[in-house]
Nanobody
Framework: QVQLVESGGGSVQPGGSLRLSCAASGSIFSFNAMGWYRQAPGKERELVAVINSGSSPNYADFVKGRFTISRGNAKNTVLLQMNSLKPEDTAVYYC???????????WGQGTQVTVSS
């Protein structure tokens, strides 16, 4: 059974930084796409950043220049470096992964990020 496990969330002041990590277990094959979504209270889940094998990362406009997504050295890991955090970045951040040959979406359990003074 494939599971995605996030870590690295927490509370930070505006302008601060956090680094999120996501690691998959139980997967024999490499995911084609891995990324991060977020969901704030009362809002729909939205894409933050995604990285596909062999392609450049894609970012939501609201994080461009502040967040950086990368694949980790270990298979099926993805990182999200978040700098210059703003209060509006407060949300539960979810790791997402998908194989190239399947329509099924894998999700992590989510990690809370709170940006507040």
């Amino acid at each position: 059974q494939v599971q995605l496990v996030e870590s690295g969330g927490g509370s930070v002041q505006p302008g601060g930084s956090l680094r999120l990590s996501c690691a998959a277990s139980g997967s024999i094959f490499s995911f084609n796409a891995m990324g991060w979504y977020r969901q704030a209270p009362g809002k729909e889940r939205e894409l933050v950043a995604v990285i596909n094998s062999g392609s450049s990362p894609n970012y939501a406009d609201f994080v461009k220049g502040r967040f950086t997504i990368s694949r980790g050295n270990a298979k099926n890991t993805v990182l999200l470096q978040m700098n210059s955090l703003k209060p509006e970045d407060t949300a539960v951040y979810y790791c997402h992964a998908k194989y190239a040959t399947s329509y099924y979406n894998y999700w992590g359990q989510g990690t809370q990020v709170t940006v507040s003074s």
